[in-house]
């Protein structure tokens, strides 16, 4: 499977962003899907999941309550909807899909996309 992101950019602190992550070549149904970031100078971290079918997902701890991970099988779609964005949430964002469900590890991840650059300005 094909992963595409998309929809990052310059905002303000404050404002909101909203990822997409467009799979081609097999449908997204068959995987559950992550989201990464990675900042300048460190490693690439956990953002959030969501299962096969959208019943469970997972964030971490350092954005719980501002995004929102969500998908759309039909369209083979993933997105990330970022609220209050914050300096530090400034990263390059990638979206990867794996079979087992709820994982933070990037190991557990099979297929990654090119990445989105997201920049939050104070």
């Known amino acids: 499977v094909q992963l595409q992101a998309s929809g990052g950019g310059l905002v303000q602190a404050g404002g909101s962003l909203r990822l997409s992550c467009a799979g081609s070549?097999?449908?997204?149904?068959?995987?559950?899907m992550g989201w990464f970031r990675q900042a300048p100078g460190k490693e690439r971290e956990f953002v959030a999941a969501?299962?096969?079918?959208?019943?469970?997902?997972y964030y971490a701890d350092s954005i719980k309550g501002r995004f929102n991970v969500s998908r759309d099988n039909a369209k083979s779609t993933v997105f990330l909807q970022m609220n209050s964005l914050k300096p530090e949430d400034t990263a390059v964002y990638y979206c990867?899909?794996?079979?087992?469900?709820?994982?933070?590890?990037?190991?557990?991840?099979?297929?990654w996309g090119q990445g989105t650059q997201v920049t939050v300005s104070s």
């Open positions: 990867a899909a794996g079979r087992y469900g709820g994982s933070t590890s990037e190991y557990e991840y099979d297929y």
């Open positions: 969501i299962s096969r079918y959208g019943g469970s997902t």
């Open positions: 070549g097999r449908t997204l149904s068959g995987y559950h």
